[in-house]
């Protein structure tokens, strides 16, 4: 069975202490791996789309990164702002099927 | 562009009745998703639809589920009757055609069933 592991659950990192985040994955043909922000009381938010091992996407403090089995969400000086729980999620092969597994998340808390 | 919306935000019932959940998606979006988010089972993929169409419902927890898209501006989530065990935030996500595996989400509808 396909599966997405997120680690850790919850992370609590002073302001400016830089940081990753990781999603491991156990599936065949992957198509994609999506790292989404979800903040509380609102739906997630799309961040970056990995497609192959190697493949790195950076945007402000955050660079994804992904490897054959994991890809790892790298928080570099961190703010407050920051604080949110983020989500991996992987699309795999197959006809016509736009379907994303989703893992349960990392809590990131920044404190000030 | 308003994004998702979703109606009602918050919804809650006795078991046994019916709850009807709306979406609204992006305008010009051809993809509609539905999702449930709990603790323990985190965000989980009910049905979506293309154009309309529903492609895949193996996500529909039981019959209890239904859901439709009579046009491309609205769908509904339809749980009768409802049970504890449905209380979650359901959430309607959509893309476009395009760049079909960027899905942007509502904001949800947090549902308790007492």
């Given at each position: ?11 609590r ?61 790298h ?15 992987v699309?795999?092969?197959?006809a ?13 808390s920044?404190?000030? | ?13 006795e078991?046994?009745?019916?709850v009807?959940?709306r979406?609204?998606?992006?305008s ?8 449930r988010?709990?603790m ?21 927890p ?17 749980i ?23 899905q942007?989400f ?9």
């Amino acid at each position: 069975e396909d599966q997405v592991t997120q680690s850790p659950e919850a992370l609590r990192l002073q302001e400016g202490e830089s940081s990753s985040l990781n999603c491991s994955y156990t599936v065949s043909g992957l198509r994609g791996l999506f790292w989404y922000r979800q903040d509380p009381g609102k739906g997630p938010e799309f961040l970056f789309t990995l497609y192959s091992a190697g493949e790195e996407k950076e945007k402000e403090r955050l660079k994804a990164t992904l490897t054959k089995k994991e890809s790892f969400l790298h928080i570099t000086a961190p703010k407050p702002e920051d604080s949110a729980t983020y989500l991996c999620a992987v699309r795999i092969s197959g006809a016509g099927s736009y379907q994303l597994t989703f893992g349960k998340g990392t809590k990131l808390s920044v404190i000030p | 562009d308003a994004g998702v919306i979703q109606s009602p935000r918050h919804e809650v019932t006795e078991m046994g009745q019916e709850v009807t959940l709306r979406c609204k998606p992006i305008s010009g979006h051809d993809y509609l998703f539905w999702y449930r988010q709990t603790m323990m089972r985190g965000l989980e993929l009910l049905i979506y639809f293309n154009n309309n169409v529903p492609i895949d419902d193996s996500g529909m927890p039981e019959d209890r589920f239904s859901a439709k898209m009579p046009n491309a501006s609205f769908s509904t989530l339809k749980i009768q009757p409802s049970e504890p065990r449905d209380s979650a935030v359901y959430f309607c996500a959509s893309s476009k055609l395009a760049d079909q595996e960027t899905q942007y989400f509502g904001p949800g509808t947090r549902l308790l069933v007492l």
